[in-house]
């Protein structure tokens, strides 16, 4: 393993929660962790800033060592590891600007010190009219930007942000977003998310962990169009179907064919992985043939209204039509329809095996 | 949310329930206004200003309050380990701490004898270095301390465990070691029912008789509190104790108001950061 001066590496697990998992991050990088509830995302975090004991592992922050396991074990308050939880948990009996000197007053700055280094940070998230007043008289998204401050006057290694929109009205979170893009700049973060919107415009990479294990990690962006898991293919809103590369497209594990283009990484025999969007396939009461196309049987599961679209799912697949094209098709639950996909809108890449990663 | 949280209003209660709710309350209220209707009113100031009267108020005064500080110093740790604490025998010792609770107070204070007692577990040490506890006023504060003690711990341990730690957590990310977080997080929260606690430890100190007649005796102006003067006073001067007494229900009335808008205020000081 190569931890070089500025880098935050872990690889721990926590054998009671199922979670393992290996990360490291680089210097001013930051990093979304996306995944299904229960993934063990905020586990994550907690055994990261020292609230939860792994049960085995190492981790280091800039050439430090946080644990390791059964030797060496930092507590929190040394780490300088700042976390951002879903809630702000401002403290109610301290005003808005001790709360943001809470930080430099712990690491030993003088009264004033703090209190200017709080003013500082109130006015980076242009708070600073809040500074005399207490947690209770501000709304929730004035509160988490409190927080955001607090936890910057810190002046932590690692910002780690545990779902930090998630418990904000949906008018206040986009606000917060610029925010947090301004301020996370050049900063080393990891920020826990279900929403992509976070992962796009917050993040340089992007984790994605499922039952404790992460099943997916790269470039925002790549991980998007290319998606490996099938919960990063959700995320993208593209279908996925994995299977075995073949010399037109892809074949599936249960004998399905699709034909459709490949990546130049793609290489016949080798495991793949094709997607294609919902919006790419038209859907007929009746098999149809013609140019290079695929064509499933489709009996239909769910109805949902997505945009000014009809989105109409099979199982793991899904087709958007406009909603003239519905009113024509009359689809109903159980029918059986035909997925019509042009072999052009669908790429076929290689699967990355899980050493891979 | 705000009106959602008085809104059980509207649930209709049985009428039986009022009923007995009313008996109860009656059952509380009637002994007292009994005992006012007994009182002397012409000679109530002479009779609570007595010298005997005034010594023991403000013996039980004193050491009630000296009772409260011991409280403190030995209840916050010991609510902090059971509420925040992981240790084998912690339910053990919860309920050993609760003992004091539901004991006869004279079977504390006979346990307090064979404790620093003369020939006592470690009264035989202590009076080997001539220090004598039994029939002295510390043995008062300790026979009050032991009885009251339950009711600080178990105030803030409640406190303690209803506020979390998610704050301490917060605090202890943002750099602050566990003797910051103690000061300038932990004990604010709980403040409310740390101050509840106090009182009751107080209120309770001040009520104790009988585990300080088994243990400390009744000397005037060394042992004998005010509840063991208002027990000595009934027999010769039934006036003097209904007087003594109805000056305890008035401290009594005092400590329960200052508790209960203590705690309410508290809650609504938590309360509103729901909100934001």
Redesign the interface.
Known sequence: MTTGPAVFSIDAAVADRGISVSLELADAETVAVLGPNGAGKSTLLGVI???LRPSSGHAELDGRVLFDAGTRWV?????????L?Q????????TVLDNVA??P???GASRADARRAARHWLGEVEALEFAQRR??????GQ?QRIAIA??LA?E?DLL?LDEPMAALDVTVAPMLRKLLKRVLAGRRALIVTHDVVDALVLADRLVVLDAGRIVEEGPTRLVLERPQSAFAAGLAGLNQITGTVTEQGLVSADGMSISGVLDDAAVPGEPGVAVFRPAAVSVFPEPVHGSPRNVFAATITDLEPHGDQLRIRAGALAADVTLSAAADLDPAHGAVVYFVIKAAAVVVYPAKTGEAL | MRGAGRGHGTITIPLWIWVFAAAGGFFILLPLAAMVTRVNWPQFVPLVTSVPSLTALGLSLRTSAVSTVLCLVLGVPLAMVLARGQFPGQRLLRSLVLLPLVLPPVVGGIALLYTFGRRGLLGSSLSVLGIQITFSTTAVVLAQTFVALPFLVLSLEGSLRSAGT??E??????????G??LR??TL??V?PGLASGAVLAFARSLGEFGATLTFAGSLEGVTRTLPLEIYLQRETDPDTAVALSLVLVLIAVVIVGLTFRRTTSGLL??G??R??
Do not use: N
């Open positions: 800033a020292g609230l507590p929190p308050h040394q780490r300088k590891i700042a976390l939880a809630e702000p948990l401002l403290f109610p009996h301290l809470f930080g007053r712990s690491a947690p209770g008289q501000l709304s929730g509160a607090r936890a810190a932590p780690l | 998610r704050y957590a917060a605090a202890a990310t943002l750099g602050a070691g566990p910051t977080v300038r997080v604010p929260l403040l000081k938590s509103r950061t909100d934001a």
